[in-house]
C-alpha cells in the first residue's frame, strides 16, 4: 500500500513568514494529492489539491507544488497568520482503493 | 462547512461493548469512506462504501464493519470494544469512487473505558 512521509512534525513561525511543508510518497502510479487543514476539536478541511497532470497549484496565499519524479510534493503557505495555526495534513491515493492514506500532520503555530 | 454529518458527537463506552455510529453523506455523493483518526495522528482508513458495497477494506479486523443504505448514509459498527479503539472517527463523503475530493464530517469521538 501507499506510505506517506510528512516533515516536519512541528512548525513554529512569525507572523508573516512563509511555512512550507513537505510530504513524500511511495507509490508512483498516485496521481491526486490533496492538502487538510484541521483546527482543534474540528474536522478536516480540503485547502488545496493538485492532480499529477500539473506541477503547482496556487489559491491566494497557498500553493502545492508536486514533483512525481523524486515522489513528493509541498505546501507552501506565504505571509502566515495566526488563524492558519492548526495541523495540516497531505495524502495520496491507498493503492488499488479510492481512498487516501494520510501523513502523520504537521502542528504549524503562528506567532502575532 | 460541508453538509456530511455524524452521529452521535461523543460516546463513552466500556470495554468489549458494541458501538454504532452514523454517518449522513452529502447531497449527491454515493461514496463514504470511514476512518479512525487516534490523538496526534492522521486519519487511518477503515473502509469505503460506495453504492451499497464495500469497495476497499484497511487494516482493521473483522469487529469493525460497516453498511451503506439506499439513500448513501453509512454506519460503522464496532463489536467487541477494546481500550485501543478510542479515538475520533471521521466519515468522509465523495462524488464518486475514484479520485473525487473528500469532505469530512466533524466525527464522533469514541472513549472506552
Known amino acids: 500500500g501507499e506510505n506517506v512521509e510528512q516533515h516536519p512534525s512541528t512548525l513554529s513561525v512569525q507572523e508573516g513568514d512563509s511555512a512550507v511543508i513537505k510530504c513524500t510518497y511511495s507509490?508512483?502510479?498516485?496521481?491526486?494529492f490533496p492538502w487538510y487543514k484541521q483546527e482543534l476539536g474540528k474536522r478536516p478541511q480540503l485547502i488545496i489539491d493538485?492532480?499529477?497532470?500539473?506541477g503547482e497549484k496556487k489559491d491566494q496565499r497557498i500553493a502545492v507544488t508536486l514533483n512525481k519524479t523524486a515522489k513528493h510534493f509541498s505546501l507552501h503557505i506565504t505571509e502566515t497568520q495566526p488563524e492558519d495555526s492548526a495541523v495540516y495534513f497531505c495524502?495520496?491515493?491507498?493503492?488499488?482503493?479510492?481512498?487516501?492514506?494520510f501523513g502523520k500532520g504537521t502542528m504549524l503555530l503562528v506567532s502575532p | 462547512e460541508t453538509g456530511v454529518t455524524q452521529s452521535p458527537t461523543h460516546l463513552i463506552k466500556t470495554r468489549g461493548q458494541q458501538v454504532t455510529l452514523r454517518c449522513s453523506s452529502q447531497?449527491?455523493?454515493?461514496?463514504v469512506s470511514w476512518y479512525q483518526q487516534a490523538l496526534g495522528q492522521g486519519p487511518q482508513f477503515i473502509f469505503q462504501?460506495?453504492?451499497?458495497?464495500?469497495?476497499g477494506r484497511g487494516n482493521f479486523p473483522p469487529r469493525f464493519s460497516g453498511l451503506q443504505f439506499p439513500n448513501y448514509s453509512s454506519e460503522l459498527n464496532v463489536n467487541a470494544l477494546e481500550l485501543d479503539d478510542s479515538a475520533l472517527y471521521l466519515c468522509?463523503?465523495?462524488?464518486?469512487?475514484?479520485?473525487?475530493?473528500?469532505?469530512f464530517g466533524p466525527g464522533t469521538r469514541l472513549l472506552v473505558l
Open positions: 447531497s449527491g455523493h454515493n461514496t
Open positions: 493538485i492532480r499529477s497532470n500539473v
Open positions: 507509490d508512483s502510479a498516485s496521481n491526486y
Open positions: 468522509a463523503s465523495s462524488l464518486q469512487q475514484g479520485l473525487e475530493t473528500q469532505y
Open positions: 495524502a495520496a491515493p491507498n493503492s488499488g482503493y479510492s481512498t487516501l492514506t
Open positions: 462504501y460506495y453504492r451499497e458495497e464495500e469497495n
